[in-house]
């Protein structure tokens, strides 16, 4: 792959990351930039007052996009191999940080935006609560590489309680959706 990928206002150049770009590609990553794209079409001087947290199997590829359109701060919860190919990022004007585990990332109420992929598994409503807690008021939760013919029935799982949507896609067998808490829900 070494085209320009574009999607929306989103371009990105899969070279400089090699093979790991393919492979976050292939683990749904895709799907993470597509529930990223308006966040591009935003403002800079609105973008970069934006925090965003991002974890599961192709979520490097959603740090990558969050870091060129300059966001504030990216936090990303990887693995050992990701955070080698993703030293690049540290020197941007985006406060960039890795983590290993779920506990070391700062708790409260600190993101715009958390991604969680799923690696095109079947996300389940108790996956979702150490990361709820830690999404502003009117943030948006997003939960990509899901299997796109589970997009549905995850939908319905998650609007049961109390998650309201505000976006979905889909993308080469995986889907996303991307949405707000209802005050009172029952995600975390």
């Not at 990553?29 to 990223?36: F, S």
């Not at 990887?78 to 700062?106: G, I, W, Y």
């Not at 999404?135 to 998650?163: H, I, R």
């Amino acid at each position: 792959m070494t085209d320009l990928l574009k999607i929306g206002e989103l371009h990105l150049d899969p070279a400089p990351w090699g093979s790991a770009f393919t492979a976050w590609m292939e683990q749904g990553g895709a799907t993470a930039l597509h529930a990223l794209a308006p966040v591009a079409a935003m403002e800079p001087n609105i973008r970069h007052t934006m925090k965003l947290l991002a974890m599961g199997p192709g979520a490097p590829l959603a740090a990558v996009a969050a870091v060129q359109m300059n966001l504030l701060q990216v936090h990303l919860v990887c693995l050992p191999e990701d955070r080698e190919a993703l030293q690049p990022l540290r020197n941007q004007k985006t406060e960039f940080d890795f983590f290993t585990e779920e506990s070391d990332v700062p708790t409260g109420r600190h993101y715009h935006r958390i991604l969680c992929g799923g690696g095109k598994q079947s996300v389940q409503t108790q996956d979702c609560a150490a990361w709820v807690k830690r999404l502003k008021p009117e943030g948006q939760f997003l939960l990509f590489g899901l299997p796109e013919d589970d997009l549905q029935g995850t939908f319905k799982n998650l609007a049961s309680k109390g998650f309201a949507l505000r976006g979905s896609g889909r993308h080469q067998g995986f889907g996303f959706l991307a949405g707000t808490l209802e005050h009172g829900h029952r995600l975390g």
